[in-house]
């Protein structure tokens, strides 16, 4: 496993050089040296030296014309890489890849979809289409991955505004509801008159401590992700809040964040309130394409120095047992979602009204 991390640029704030702590996380835990691995929505492809670190046998980079992926094949081909590439220019959400990529000998071991994936989720026909288009690019037994802010953990803040709101006395509007969950780190901002949880759709202003301006976001429902994931014939594998997978992974971890930066992590390797307030807001997800000639794993596969108790696998085993269960009951419409959990469902029991306001 790679162990280096790149030193951070001191105009970084806190939120991207965590991301970028945890891209080069999964990288090491998910590509191999030699493999080829698609980034979805790829930009100018910034983190470069990650891949090139990561000694991957050929990159795949996929992006809308006006995101200058463009630039980026004419630049790598100007030198010498240790690694072959190219570029295909289009929306994998709106069109079909077959239009696009005719290189098709060489599917991916690892499709990346770092930050985009709410992006995605506006309609049903939108996240459908990335999907398919995932399971296309992926060959057999290879993984989808990313991260992306976690719903159940935004959307029971949220109910958990609302309740304290709806408890402060009767003389407030009763239709008026808090829109905004502020923190030292962020802002989260929904439009008012929206009170439910739509499968698809449901945007919000996300606006980081320090940027300019905030960004549009839908929130992703990951039981129809799941559903839909299932239908392009991607297996799910795992969805993980980013505090609980450093936790899982710290022993490994904590070096490769402390070179990341200051002020992220204490002497031992645990996290600082502000770290530990911005990965809380995000969560990985990881998906597979089946292998008829392996049997898929139950988890994310564990470093290799990692420290899991049976607690642990008892706790994951018991996740698999819930996706199931939800899945089995996709038929009737997911009719039984509001009286899930977690990832299954829009945040803890504790935090719903028994009726909506």
Same mark, same amino acid.
């Given at each position: 496993?790679?162990?280096?991390?790149?030193?951070?640029?001191?105009?970084?704030?806190?939120?991207? /050089?965590?991301?970028?702590?945890?891209?080069?996380?999964?990288?090491? +835990?998910?590509?191999?040296?030699?493999?080829?691995? &698609?980034?979805?929505?790829?930009?100018?492809? #910034?983190?470069?030296?990650?891949?090139?670190?990561?000694?991957?046998?050929?990159?795949?980079?996929?992006?809308?014309?006006?995101?200058?992926?463009?630039?980026?094949?004419?630049?790598?081909?100007?030198? /010498?890489?240790?690694?072959? @590439?190219?570029?295909?220019?289009?929306?994998? &959400? +709106?069109?079909?890849?077959?239009?696009?990529?005719?290189?098709?000998?060489?599917?991916?071991?690892?499709?990346?979809?770092?930050?985009?994936?709410?992006?995605?989720?506006?309609?049903?026909?939108?996240?459908?289409?990335? $999907?398919?288009?995932?399971?296309?690019?992926?060959?057999?037994?290879?993984?989808?991955?990313?991260?992306? #802010?976690? @719903?159940?953990?935004?959307?029971?803040?949220?109910?958990?505004?609302?309740?304290?709101?709806?408890?402060?006395?009767?003389?407030?509007?009763?239709?008026?509801?808090?829109?905004?969950?502020?923190?030292?780190?962020?802002?989260?901002?929904?439009?008012?008159?929206?009170?439910?949880?739509?499968?698809?759709?449901?945007?919000?202003?996300?606006?980081?401590?320090?940027?300019?301006?905030?960004?549009?976001?839908?929130?992703?429902?990951?039981? @129809?992700?799941?559903?839909?994931?299932?239908?392009? *014939? $991607?297996?799910?594998?795992?969805?993980?809040?980013?505090?609980?997978?450093?936790?899982?992974? /710290?022993?490994?971890?904590? %070096?490769?964040?402390?070179?990341?930066?200051?002020?992220?992590?204490?002497?031992? *390797?645990?996290?600082?309130?502000?770290?530990?307030?911005?990965?809380?807001?995000?969560? !990985?997800?990881?998906?597979?394409?089946?292998?008829?000639?392996?049997?898929?794993?139950?988890? !994310?596969?564990?470093?290799?120095?990692?420290?899991?108790?049976?607690?642990?696998?008892?706790?994951?085993?018991? /996740?698999?047992?819930? +996706?199931?269960?939800?899945? @089995?009951?996709?038929?009737? %419409?997911?009719?039984?979602?509001?009286?899930?959990?977690?990832?299954? %469902?829009?945040?803890?029991?504790?935090?719903?009204?028994?009726?909506?306001?």
């Amino acid at each position: 496993m790679q162990s280096s991390y790149q030193i951070h640029r001191p105009s970084e704030a806190t939120h991207q /050089r965590l991301f970028g702590f945890i891209k080069t996380a999964l990288i090491n +835990i998910f590509v191999a040296p030699y493999a080829t691995v &698609c980034e979805l929505y790829c930009g100018k492809v #910034p983190d470069e030296g990650k891949w090139d670190e990561a000694q991957i046998g050929h990159y795949i980079g996929i992006d809308v014309a006006t995101s200058g992926v463009c630039e980026v094949r004419e630049a790598w081909e100007s030198r /010498r890489k240790g690694y072959t @590439s190219e570029f295909l220019e289009f929306d994998p &959400c +709106i069109e079909d890849i077959d239009l696009y990529w005719k290189n098709k000998e060489n599917q991916a071991d690892v499709v990346f979809c770092m930050y985009h994936l709410p992006l995605c989720v506006e309609t049903e026909e939108r996240e459908r289409r990335l $999907l398919q288009n995932v399971s296309a690019l992926l060959k057999p037994g290879g993984y989808f991955l990313g991260i992306t #802010p976690d @719903s159940s953990t935004i959307w029971a803040k949220y109910q958990k505004n609302v309740e304290a709101y709806h408890n402060k006395g009767s003389g407030l509007k009763p239709n008026i509801v808090p829109n905004c969950i502020r923190s030292e780190s962020y802002m989260i901002t929904f439009e008012v008159e929206e009170e439910k949880f739509p499968f698809f759709g449901k945007k919000y202003q996300l606006k980081f401590a320090g940027d300019m301006s905030a960004e549009t976001h839908c929130l992703v429902h990951f039981p @129809s992700l799941l559903r839909l994931a299932r239908e392009a *014939g $991607l297996d799910y594998i795992e969805i993980q809040n980013l505090n609980d997978f450093y936790d899982d992974n /710290r022993p490994q971890l904590a %070096g490769m964040l402390m070179d990341a930066g200051p002020n992220l992590v204490d002497p031992r *390797g645990r996290l600082l309130p502000r770290s530990y307030d911005i990965l809380a807001l995000y969560t !990985t997800f990881v998906f597979q394409k089946p292998d008829p000639d392996i049997a898929p794993p139950l988890m !994310t596969p564990i470093l290799e120095d990692g420290i899991h108790n049976h607690d642990e696998r008892d706790r994951q085993s018991q /996740r698999e047992d819930e +996706i199931k269960n939800l899945l @089995s009951d996709s038929a009737s %419409g997911l009719g039984k979602i509001t009286e899930q959990k977690g990832i299954l %469902g829009p945040g803890p029991a504790e935090l719903r009204f028994p009726e909506a306001l």
